[in-house]
């Protein structure tokens, strides 16, 4: 018996599978995990998540293995350098966003504690679990994305907006959008 997905997984690239079935929607509480895909969904805007998704492995040897600390001191030297590796998207204003996040990241920190406090602290430490019968009806933003982009533009974020942010709450499982056919949906097993 073949399992179901969301139509959204290529099933022909086994890294995307395995990003579904194991990553998208489950919970995350790793601050390094949590920046990661921050500044891999704002990596993605305009392009495919697939795109980024194979790219993933060299955006963490290009940015340090997600090293705020270094990330925030980066140079132009550095940014040159980025801009010249295949490996990563080569835009040199989402090279920026991702030092200017960097940057953020470190007065959020230092603020409330990190990502994991400030984004789980906008649905009281739970997850929202969706019961959607069709991809289709999946929402690109919601209020709370809205509300979320908001507050991390405030505070200096970049490539934020709603969409990229409903997007990341769905990757790091703060969101559960598991349309309901698919073997990841919560009613098929437990997290």
């Not at 086994?14 to 990553?23: A, C, I, N, S």
């Not at 040159?80 to 966003?97: E, Q, S, W, Y």
Request: hydrophobic content about 35%; aromatic content about 10%; proline content about 3%.
């Amino acid at each position: 018996m073949t399992l179901q997905r969301c139509g959204w997984v290529n099933l022909n690239n086994p890294r995307y599978v395995q990003y579904h079935d194991e990553e998208w929607g489950v919970p995350c509480h790793d601050e390094t995990q949590l920046f990661e895909m921050l500044n891999l969904e704002g990596a993605q805007a305009g392009l495919s998540w697939e795109t980024v998704l194979n790219k993933r492995e060299t955006y963490r040897a290009a940015f340090d293995q997600w090293d705020v600390e270094k990330i925030a001191r980066y140079d132009s030297a550095k940014v040159a350098k980025l801009l010249t590796d295949p490996g990563i998207i080569r835009n040199r204003l989402k090279v920026a966003a991702t030092i200017a996040n960097a940057q953020s990241y470190l007065k959020l920190r230092d603020d409330v504690g990190g990502l994991d406090p400030f984004l789980w602290s906008y649905v009281d430490g739970q997850a929202l679990h969706n019961d959607w019968p069709d991809l289709s009806q999946v929402p690109a933003k919601t209020t709370l994305s809205d509300r979320l982009s908001k507050d991390l533009a405030k505070r200096g974020f970049k490539f934020v907006g709603s969409t990229i942010i409903y997007a990341y709450l769905q990757g790091i499982g703060v969101i559960n959008d598991h349309v309901l056919s698919c073997h990841c949906h919560r009613s098929h097993r437990q997290r």
